[in-house]
């Protein structure tokens, strides 16, 4: 499979302005070791992301042990809508917010509009072109949706094999999905949009179950609620990682969702903000942030998700057919608010 450099990868939905379609510009006179004098003068980072503290309680305890001139940090658990709002909120009210922020590079939109990020010369601080995403973002990490099967209950050729499979009226009320838009789109760029949309009004029309959030679907399958059920990769993962009786296949297509680094204009501790970024990009920090968060970086040398999407059909949508995923983005959101009526 031939693997499209992540530079200019899924950019935000609903706004394409010059910002990300121009090139990487290169900030003069910003290089590793100048971001590395600038955080010894800080000795801070704050920073929101998605992880529980207890992930990042180890992760910076190995990033302070490389750059023990970091002598504190704060980490506030923030994601999607309230993350973005957490940093307006903070612009708004002239109050300190955090330096550096992760989310998914479609619901990044609201900064963007507010011009709250900062552009950064990531090539020139180190960072591999390969994990680039624009001149305002690189790459975190990615995640996978997968179909999880309960292994007490679901054996042999019953194991489905792919999309299809999920279908089967074999597991009506046996089955589970997480309601939600976001993987359809990626699916509908390698099979077509008709295709797509019919296959979600199956899933719609099919008597499985739905639940709001990937974690209830995994919960489900662990505990034999549901035999088998479509979610994120990391939740099941994590069941299996409790003990649950749990495993997956990667369907193909296969979709693939990215989230980006972001620094905040304004930002109290930029040069360490940028530190971290470095960190979490090379092989120590990424390897780390993986084997603790079962998201990775698949550019770094050594990733497991890396190996899973050289080896697979990976759905998803290059920036240059942004039109295209904000199109069936909709018409997948259409389809299931209408299912609910």
Partial sequence: MKITKLTGFLVTVGVI???FLGSLTALA??????????AKKEGKVVFFESQPDKAWIKLMKAFQKKYPFIKSYKHERLFGGKLNTRIITDAQAGADSADLMTTAPYA?????????????DWKGIGIS?????DEYSSLSSVFFYAIGYNTDLVK????PKGWNDILDPKWAEKGAWWRYYQPWPLLAKSWGQTKAENYLKSLLTSKLRTARSPTTVANWIAS???????????????????????????????????LIFGVLKGAKNPNAAKLLVHWLSSPEGALMYEKISMRGNPWVK??????????????YYPWEKMDEYKKSSAAMTAILKKAKK
């Fill in 17 to 19: 302005t010059p910002m």
């Fill in 29 to 38: 006179g910003e290089s590793f070791e100048q971001i590395v004098a600038g």
């Fill in 108 to 120: 990044i939109t609201p900064l963007h509009k507010r011009g709250l990020l900062q552009k950064v």
């Fill in 129 to 133: 072109p390969k994990s680039i995403y």
């Fill in 156 to 159: 042999g050729a019953d194991i």
């Fill in 224 to 258: 034999g609620e549901a035999h088998v059920g479509v979610t994120i990769l990391t939740r099941l993962q994590g069941a299996r990682k409790k003990g649950a009786p749990v495993a997956w296949i990667y369907p193909d297509p296969l979709p693939m969702i990215q």
């Fill in 302 to 315: 050594g990733s497991e998700l890396g190996k899973v999407m050289a080896s697979h059909n990976t759905a």
